[in-house]
Structures are given as structure tokens and as C-alpha cells.
T-cell receptor, first 115, second 111 residues
Framework: GAGVSQSPSNKVTEKGKDVELRCDPISGHTALYWYRQSLGQGLEFLIYFQGNSAPDKSGLPSDRFSAERTGGSVSTLTIQRTQQEDSAVYLC?????????????FGEGSRLTVL | GESVGLHLPTLSVQEGDNSIINCAYSNSASDYFIWYKQESGKGPQFIIDIRSNMDKRQGQRVTVLLNKTVKHLSLQIAATQPGDSAVYFCAEKGSDYKLSFGAGTTVTVRA
């Protein structure tokens, strides 16, 4: 597609369950980011992928969170044993470059609600 | 803590007036700044960017001003329209590749 695609757009799950969120970046974009946005808040950096380099996982809030990017394209963010505080919108973004100047294109986000 | 923040969480503007949204940043090493607009239920959309070697950049109805001396960034929207109602975020990139965001300013346009 023309833009960053995320799925599911909405996910309601029970506390303790695992969830997977998917991101399809813009074709040709080498950089991929995951951010989390809690209600009424700004964007919190989670993880960054650049090409074949090791990802920067410094923003992941706990070891229940993990992400992978297969073939330098699609990325999956996995949250294990979900907690209510994990409820948020998870935004994926891609960029043509990881350099200093490089616009990030965002998807519409996946809204996660943990009951 | 956050390296980028906004002065005011909300801004109410009369339709047709100009809007000014302010942002203060604390990381003097940041050299690339972006303004994003986020409408309800959508992801952030790029508005305009500016590099640290510039102090002003203009787009269509928008102008970004950068004052590195006081680490201040602003977004000016000319002739504000109802479609400009949204949350506006400033963001910065520094020596790493991460884009750091502030909490955002919610702009409401009054008819």
C-alpha cells in the first residue's frame, strides 16, 4: 500500500493473554519504529529497527514486550501476559533513512484494551 | 524525563485567526525538528520540519520558527480553519535516530 499499515486496528484482550500487533511499513523504507501512546499523552519510543542492524530495544518497558522484523519489512510487536497498564495505542512508523533528517510516516495505530 | 515539551496543553482559536503553538526543548544537541498533527483516531501526520542550521521555514499556511539560543520552537498557522483542530506535537532528533515527542497541544477552532 501507499502508507504504513497496522493490524489489528482494535484489540480487546483479557489480562494475562498474549497479543501480537503487526506493522507493514512503506515499501523501501529501511527504518521502522514502534511508539506507544497512552490516552491523552505524547508518544513513547519503544523500539527501532534499521536494516540488518541489531534493533534498539531501549524503550521497551519490560521483558514482556518484544518485537521482530522479518526480511527487513514487516514487523510484529508482541506483548506477553498483558496487564491493564499496557492499554494504549501502539503506533508504527517507517522512514526512508535513519539519519538526522528523515520524516517518519505513521500508521493509524493499533488500539489495545486490556480488561 | 522528556527532552521536548509544549508550553500549553490546549489552545482555543477563532476561525480565521492565526494560531501559534509553542514548544521548548532541552537537548541542545538536537539538530532536526518536526511538527506533527494528529487528528482523533489517526496516526500523527507530518506538517513541517526544520534543521538546526535554519531559523525559519515556511510551508502552506504554516511557518516553523526555531530559536536555538533559548531552545524554543514554534508553529504558526495562518487563517486557522476548522480542519486544523487536532493535537499538535513537536519532535526532535539528536545524535541518535530516535524522534522524541512532547505531550502535545490540543487546538480547538471556534466557528
Amino acid at each position: 500500500g501507499a502508507g504504513v499499515s497496522q493490524s489489528p486496528s482494535n484489540k480487546v484482550t483479557e489480562k494475562g493473554k498474549d497479543v501480537e500487533l503487526r506493522c507493514d511499513p512503506i515499501s523501501g523504507h529501511t527504518a521502522l519504529y514502534w511508539y506507544r501512546q497512552s490516552l491523552g499523552q505524547g508518544l513513547e519510543f519503544l523500539i527501532y529497527f534499521q536494516g540488518n542492524s541489531a534493533p534498539d530495544k531501549s524503550g521497551l518497558p519490560s521483558d514482556r514486550f518484544s518485537a521482530e522484523r522479518t526480511g527487513g519489512s514487516v514487523s510484529t510487536l508482541t506483548i506477553q501476559r498483558t496487564q491493564q497498564e499496557d492499554s494504549a495505542v501502539y503506533l508504527c512508523a517507517s522512514s526512508l533513512t535513519s539519519g538526522r533528517a528523515g520524516e517518519l510516516f505513521f500508521g493509524e495505530g493499533s488500539r489495545l484494551t486490556v480488561l | 524525563g522528556e527532552s521536548v515539551g509544549l508550553h500549553l496543553p490546549t489552545l482555543s482559536v477563532q476561525e480565521g485567526d492565526n494560531s501559534i503553538i509553542n514548544c521548548a526543548y532541552s537537548n541542545s544537541a538536537s539538530d532536526y525538528f518536526i511538527w506533527y498533527k494528529q487528528e482523533s483516531g489517526k496516526g500523527p501526520q507530518f506538517i513541517i520540519d526544520i534543521r538546526s542550521n535554519m531559523d525559519k521555514r515556511q510551508g502552506q499556511r504554516v511557518t516553523v520558527l526555531l530559536n536555538k539560543t533559548v531552545k524554543h520552537l514554534s508553529l504558526q498557522i495562518a487563517a486557522t480553519q476548522p480542519g486544523d483542530s487536532a493535537v499538535y506535537f513537536c519532535a526532535e532528533k539528536g545524535s541518535d535516530y530516535k524522534l522524541s515527542f512532547g505531550a502535545g497541544t490540543t487546538v480547538t477552532v471556534r466557528a
